[in-house]
């Protein structure tokens, strides 16, 4: 099954509001990070979160970390219809040479 | 380059046909990988290019695929006798080597077999 796996598969939200996605994992890792992916296409790296850290911000993201409870969550606050797209969480594990990519959220934002 | 290229970004093919996709990584950076996605579904790993190491194809779904690194630099993803279910977006990324820094994404090649 998927190391990363998010929740809600989908999410839709008025123009303004905030957005909260969540990712749980199985095991250990050295850091979780966060994508964005318009249209089907390549995915941008949005937010890196190491395992020894807790929460992390950059603009109008927040990441959160527990890894005791092994899940992440982002969230988006003043959502504007630009944000529409899908989210994914990629765990970087202990052992493994590559990320591991959940099924992602797909966020839609209404104006 | 600035960024990752792909080519072609889409590639319509018929049903026994081989294709080749190419990834061109940014310059620079030593490790690649080449993910899949089909429509709606998250991303399968399919192999790995660190440096001058062995690839890890252990994502590799069949022994029709294949991939090659030359030089260092670029790549290219192979799948022969192609089948239907192949049809799904081919993305590159690559990275400083170094996985915990993020991967820098292509835009990806869109392969429908018909």
């Known amino acids: 099954s998927q190391q990363g796996e998010e929740d809600p598969q989908a999410l839709s939200i008025q123009e303004g509001e905030n957005a909260t996605m969540n990712c749980s994992y199985k095991t250990s890792i050295n850091n979780l990070q966060w994508y964005r992916q318009n249209s089907g296409r390549g995915l941008v790296h949005l937010i890196l979160i190491r395992s020894n850290e807790r929460e992390k911000h950059s603009g109008r993201l927040r990441v959160t970390l527990d890894t005791s409870k092994k899940s992440s969550s982002l969230l988006i606050t003043a959502s504007r219809a630009a944000d529409t797209a899908s989210y994914f969480c990629?765990?970087?594990?202990?052992?493994?040479?590559?990320?591991?990519f959940g099924e992602g959220t797909q966020l839609t934002v209404n104006p | 380059g600035a960024g990752v290229s792909q080519s072609p970004s889409n590639k319509v093919t018929e049903k026994g046909k081989d294709v080749e996709l190419r990834c061109d990584p940014i310059?620079?950076?030593?490790?690649l990988y080449w993910y899949r996605q089909s429509l709606g579904q998250g991303l399968e790993f399919l192999i790995y290019f660190q440096g001058n190491s062995a690839p890890d194809k252990s994502g590799l779904p069949s022994d029709r695929f294949s991939a090659e690194r030359t030089g260092g630099s670029v790549s290219t993803l192979t799948i022969q006798r192609t089948q239907q279910e192949d049809s799904a977006v081919y993305l590159c990324?690559?990275?400083?080597?170094?996985?915990?820094?993020?991967?820098?994404f292509g835009s990806g090649t869109r392969l429908t077999v018909v």
């Open positions: 310059s620079g950076h030593t490790a």
């Open positions: 990324a690559s990275s400083l080597g170094d996985k915990s820094r993020g991967y820098t």
């Open positions: 990629a765990t970087d594990e202990t052992s493994g040479s590559r990320l591991t």
